[in-house]
């Protein structure tokens, strides 16, 4: 599977808008760009995907870099319900990969009042 | 809809007990996975069922565990026998099909301690 690279943490104050990157420079074309985040003491929860195009949902939005080896989850504004481990995953269309999550590291994201 | 069920929520049991896992997916999902998570290892997933049937178990560690889905609304996870090393929380997840645009809907996790 092709692997990401995210920061391993990151800090924000509520309210201001908060850029969680993900690099995925072995992307294949047909890997789609999909984000989890896990709240303290819960299972992971889905924020959104995307494959070329950006992405907006009540959730967050997804900008895919133009050559896909990139891609930036963003939170307009952070609460501090926001805190979360959030996960960048790609996810194959097809073959081996079929329907699976494979989950990284994570960037663990604090939000301050 | 209650979402992914999982029960118990906690579990204590002592090494060399079964311990078993149960899992109730949401209805009308035809996909099934149970992964577990430790701090050293992150999320894993162990194995996955489409329709039941089991696809993928290529991340299940050793014969000691083995999962069943008997029917479409229940799954369990055993452990027999345990090890302090496979404490744990354990998570089962549904999703309605295994596209790549579906999403996975997790349950709140069994958190396992074996002593």
């Not at chain 1, 930036?72 to 194959?92: E, K, N, P, Q, S």
């Not at chain 2, 560690?61 to 302090?84: H, V, Y």
Request: hydrophobic share 30%; with cysteine; aromatic share 8%.
């Amino acid at each position: 599977d092709a692997k990401t690279t995210q920061p391993n943490s990151m800090e924000s104050n509520e309210e201001e808008p908060v850029h969680l990157p993900c690099n995925h420079s072995t992307i294949s074309g047909t890997d789609y760009i999909h984000w989890y985040r896990q709240l303290p003491s819960q299972g992971p929860e889905y924020v959104i995907h995307g494959l070329t195009s950006n992405v907006n949902n009540r959730m967050a939005s997804l900008a895919i870099a133009e050559d896909r080896k990139s891609s930036t989850l963003i939170l307009h504004r952070a609460t501090l319900r926001d805190a979360a481990v959030y996960y960048c995953i790609l996810r194959g269309a097809g073959g081996t990969s079929y329907g699976k999550l494979t989950f990284g590291q994570g960037t663990i994201l604090t939000v301050h009042p | 809809d209650a979402g992914v069920i999982q029960s118990p929520r906690h579990e204590v049991t002592e090494m060399g007990q079964e311990v078993t896992l149960r899992c109730k997916p949401i209805s009308g999902h035809d996909y099934l996975f149970w992964y577990r998570q430790t701090m050293m290892r992150g999320l894993e997933l162990l194995i996955y069922f489409n329709n039941n049937v089991p696809i993928d178990d290529s991340g299940m560690p050793e014969d000691r565990f083995s999962a069943k889905m008997p029917n479409a609304s229940f799954s369990t996870l055993k452990i027999q026998p345990s090890e302090p090393r496979d404490s744990a929380v354990y998570f089962c997840a549904s999703s309605p099909s295994g596209r790549v645009g579906d999403e996975q809907f997790f349950g709140p996790g069994t958190r396992l301690t074996v002593l």
